[in-house]
């Protein structure tokens, strides 16, 4: 077994993990929380795949830059879910995912 | 002072050049140690993992968070990354749960609101199942076309990385500050309340 095995079963496993987060948090807060795990777990693979592997042709560089890129956008990411569920909690009281079903125009608005 | 600090780094990036060197069966000991330490990490991410994900109390799911991300930034050590590795402390511990942590106190998420009730246990099991499927499908998948790989590639330093972000990957870094600033921007248009004079006080 490689490590490069090791490192992107791990990954998988993150990804595991965090899928069973959304599927079984209630919250918009509990989704962020899964949604983080998630891109770590991708961050890992990226990083990893462009160490050891002959599997593309990624210089070294250029998976840790990515694995940046992505904690840059995962850094934007929770700022902007931050702010939405400001407003979610402001117009409905709550931030369960089950009070944001019913968008504008339909019958029970 | 500058010497220092310039030795100090030095022998800290030698530090983690022979960790990785650890994962490839040079000697006998060193893979054992580095086996050790990535079984160490993947405790820490499976454990904290877990915790994030089954907690009914969000504060102590950002701290089962964290745990993972320590986790993480470990793993980024064994893969001769130790920039990437303090990043990941700095980004991820430093301000995302931060913003997570305010979150949870702004939607006053307290252990017994939407989240205080396990869920059904047919659901859970669902979700288990769930997750069961990348596992299963990817996971076979990684093995067989992984397990016999065993080049290397020449590890890239620091300045490297500098190097890299103004070069090849200019395009992506000045695409990523402007991302940041729309989302700053973003995010203050959407929670700002013009003409409210209890502000945020009134969540």
């Known amino acids: ?109 | 002072m500058n010497d220092v600090l310039d030795q100090f780094f030095h022998s800290l990036g030698h530090l983690f050049d022979e960790a990785e060197t650890c994962l490839t069966p040079y000697l006998p000991g060193q893979e054992f140690v580095a086996l050790l330490a990535f079984a160490f990490y993947v405790l820490l991410i499976v454990s904290g993992g877990l915790v994030a994900v089954l907690a009914r109390n969000l504060v102590r799911a950002t701290l089962g968070l964290i745990v993972t991300f320590f986790g993480v930034a470990g793993m980024y050590l064994l893969l001769a990354s130790p920039f990437l590795a303090l990043m990941q402390l700095l980004i991820y511990v430093g301000a995302v749960c931060v913003l997570i942590f305010f979150a949870i106190m702004l939607t006053k998420n307290t252990s017994d609101g939407d989240e205080a009730k396990f869920p059904k246990i047919s659901n859970l099991i669902l979700a288990f199942l769930a997750a069961l499927g990348p596992l299963v499908v990817a996971g076979p998948l990684i093995y067989q076309g992984t397990k016999a790989i065993t080049t290397r590639k020449p590890v890239d330093s620091g300045a490297n990385l500098g190097e890299g972000l103004l070069s090849i990957d200019l395009l992506p870094f000045e695409l990523i500050s402007i991302v940041l600033l729309v989302a700053m921007a973003g995010a203050v248009f959407l929670a700002y309340r013009p003409g409210s004079k209890e502000g945020s006080a009134a969540l």
Not at chain 1, 1 to 16: C, D, G, H, R, Y
């Open chain 1, 1 to 109: 077994m490689s490590p490069l095995t090791l490192f992107l079963l791990a990954s998988l496993l993150l990804l595991s993990i965090g899928l069973i987060g959304l599927i079984t948090r209630r919250t918009l807060v509990g989704l962020l929380i899964s949604v983080e795990l998630l891109l770590n777990g991708a961050g890992l693979a990226i990083v990893a795949a462009a160490k050891t592997a002959s599997l593309t042709g990624a210089l070294d560089i250029h998976g840790q830059l990515a694995a940046l890129f992505v904690m840059g956008l995962a850094a934007a990411e929770a700022t902007l879910v931050l702010a939405m569920v400001l407003v979610v909690q402001r117009r409905f009281g709550r931030s369960a995912t089950e009070t944001i079903t019913v968008i504008k125009g339909s019958k029970e608005c």
